[in-house]
Structure formats: C-alpha cells, structure tokens
C-alpha cells in the first residue's frame, strides 16, 4: 500500500518561511492527485493546496499567493513552500495522495503529519 511521510515541520516567526516535504513509497506520475490539508487546534481538517497529475492546482484563499505545491512526476516526492507565515498559519499539516489503484479502485491515504507552529 502506498506510504505518505511528511517532514519539514518546525517552530517559525511570523513573516518567515517553511518548506513540507512529502516523500512517497512509489513515484507520484502514477497519482492522480497530490494535497497538502491542515488542521488547526479546534479547527476542521481543510485543504490548502492540490496538484494534479496534469499540473492543474488549487489553493485555499487564505493562503493564495503565499503557498507553492510542486509535484514532481517520475520522483517520489511533493512539496509544500510556504511563505509569510502568520500564526493562523498554526496546524498539523498532512499529505494526502488521491486517485486509483490498479484494478481502478479509488484510494485516499495519509502521511501522519507534521506540525508547523507559527509565533507571533
């Protein structure tokens, strides 16, 4: 079965930057699409940023214009670059891997996450 592991968690100040790191047990070219979500202490889980196998991505409005997603095709890895961080920026931050099996099942696993602490 397919294992997400997440890594690049830390503590940060406010206005600083962060790069996720997701490292996967097979290439992501055969994933339809790759997420990043987070959860916030009392908050929902929510999605922050999605690629797609043909580059197509999306992001939450409140982090539009300072998140970047890379997905790297024929690699085993996805990236989360987070910019000017705030402290609702705060979370357990998941990857997500998204799509179908072999005999076109749909799947949806999850990295155990890592946290990201934003100080203000």
């Known amino acids: 079965q397919l294992k997400l592991v997440e890594s690049g968690g830390g503590l940060v100040q406010a206005g600083g930057s962060l790069r996720l790191s997701c490292t996967t047990s097979?290439?992501?070219?055969?994933?339809?699409?790759m997420n990043w979500y987070r959860q916030a202490p009392g908050k929902q889980r929510e999605l922050v940023a999605g690629s797609t196998w043909n580059g197509v991505t999306n992001f939450a409005d409140s982090v539009k214009g300072r998140f970047t997603i890379s997905r790297d095709d024929g690699g085993n890895t996805v990236y989360l670059d987070m910019n000017g961080l705030t402290p609702e920026d705060t979370g357990v931050y998941y990857c997500?891997?998204?799509?179908?099996?072999?005999?076109?099942?749909?799947?949806?696993?999850w990295g155990q996450g890592t946290q990201v602490t934003v100080s203000s």
């Open positions: 997500n891997a998204h799509g179908r099996d072999s005999e076109w099942n749909e799947y949806d696993y």
């Open positions: 097979k290439s992501i070219s055969s994933i339809n699409k």
